[in-house]
């Protein structure tokens, strides 16, 4: 098996301090949690931004800030932008930080209900969001909520506006979309290409059975406060390192090694 990449999906766009005060919000929190994380085995970051007052952000000030940030502490970490944003924002808005031409982003491949809201990705969305990456060189990581985003992903493969190999990350468990059920895991990994890469972000409690299974299985892993804020039940984790260090002590007992970032960009073939 190859080596093990772990992403940390430290803040999102949902998930608040009243929740887990120890969720970073500040461009110097965002990136003490990055640090962190990469000493406990991270070589990716999944990042979201937020404003002074805590309020998601696409703004791409924002982010070149918290990019510094994070440049200045762990200079080799994978930056993966979101394209996700939070519910009920624009295309425009969405797509802001990829003018910052980051290495690696999150591409949606469809609409899906997302708690009381719709995450909305329509065609001509994807399209465009994809059609960008691909003249820019970003790597997208194909973000799959639900199983028909595989076969939309497979249309946009034989079109020519995403191209081989490709990366996915199921996001499971996210209500309004497939739940964390193992046998979604299963069937998903047997519907994608067989030269892909793929990993696992399991939301709330199937974030460590997945990421087990994952490990098991030769996938890669996301954790972080994005999916999931408790370490194990009723126990709050007190940064994201702890569930990405998590993670990393059941993989090296598994006898999984965990990849470097510089080991993560051959593997996800990230130029
Ligand atoms: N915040 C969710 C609505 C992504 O980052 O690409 C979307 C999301 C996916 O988090
Ligand atoms: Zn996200």
Known sequence: MEKLIITVAPVGAEVTKNE??????TPEEISEEVLRSYNAG???VHLHARDESGKPTQKKERYKKIIEKIKEKVPD???QISTGGAIGMTFEERSEPLELN????????GTVNFGDGVFYNPPDWIKKFASFMKERKIKPEIEIFEAGMI???IRLLKDGILEEPL???FVLGVPGGMSGDPKNLIFLINSIPKNSTWMVAGIGKWEFPLGIISVTLGGNVRVGFEDNIYLKKGVLAKSNAELVERITKFSLEFGREIATPEE???ILNIK
């Open 20 to 25: 887990n005060p120890n969720v970073p919000i």
């Open 42 to 44: 991270a070589s990716v």
């Open 77 to 79: 970490i994978i930056i």
């Open 102 to 109: 980051p290495e690696f982003a999150s591409l949606t491949l």
């Open 151 to 153: 076969d939309n992903t």
């Open 167 to 169: 990366h996915f990350d």
């Open 264 to 266: 993560a960009r051959k």
